[in-house]
């Protein structure tokens, strides 16, 4: 697992009221204050009799909620990063098991409180075809294979994981407009495409489906990474070999 590093030169930083809230505090004590300044807006609504009065009210509500949410993330991914995070990952690539990316994603979180972390989900094409045609070494040496061109790709400040047998998980750190994770998604899948299969075996093509999904600020990570599942699922159906999106 890639440790996290400042963004390159030509990424989007992160907002400086953001850098503030990861910098400090304790994440308990602003979740209770920020919810405890929603407690006197909300208390005094029914006592306004006038229209006006109660749509200034009203209208001053979103800000506080705001607050409100971030800190609720904020405490939520603290929550996370506590789970333990040591272990030897996945053995077969070397990449992060799912319960380290459950904890870098926590941490990302914490370091871009501002930013959805931006999942991009990666499923090898017919590998059981691969492991039935040729054998279950070449099946691995295949994500192996799958798990150096996506480290390849990659930026020092992004999360790389083997989610499950044949799914690999990126998570984008920082700040990434919804076009860029598409665009970042389709070179993945060009570069698995455009690798070098002939050097395993002759005639051997591997393909990847690649799914994008944003995960929101307090949102369990399981949910964002269902979402990547279903545009997978989406590639699927389409014939693989292609990139889908699901907000």
Known sequence: MKPLAPPSPDDSPAPPAAERRAAGGDPLAEALAACAALTPCLAALPSLADPDAQRQALLQLPAALQAAGVALARLAATADAAAPSDGPGDALTGLADRAQLAVASAALALHYPDAPLTLIAVDVDHLRHVNDTHSQAMGDAVLRAVADVLRAQSRPQDVLARADADRFVVALGGPVSTTRALLV???????????????????????????????????????????????????????????RSLA
Do not use: F, M
Not at 188 to 203: K, Q, S, T
Not at 205 to 217: D, I, N
């Open 185 to 243: 998604a389709e070179r993945l899948r060009a570069a698995i495409e455009g690798h070098g299969w002939d050097g395993l075996a002759g005639g051997l093509r591997v393909t990847a489906s690649v799914g994008v999904a944003t995960r929101a600020p307090g949102e369990p990570l399981d949910d964002a990474l269902a979402r990547a599942g279903a545009a997978l699922r989406e590639c699927k159906r389409g014939g693989r070999n292609q990139v």
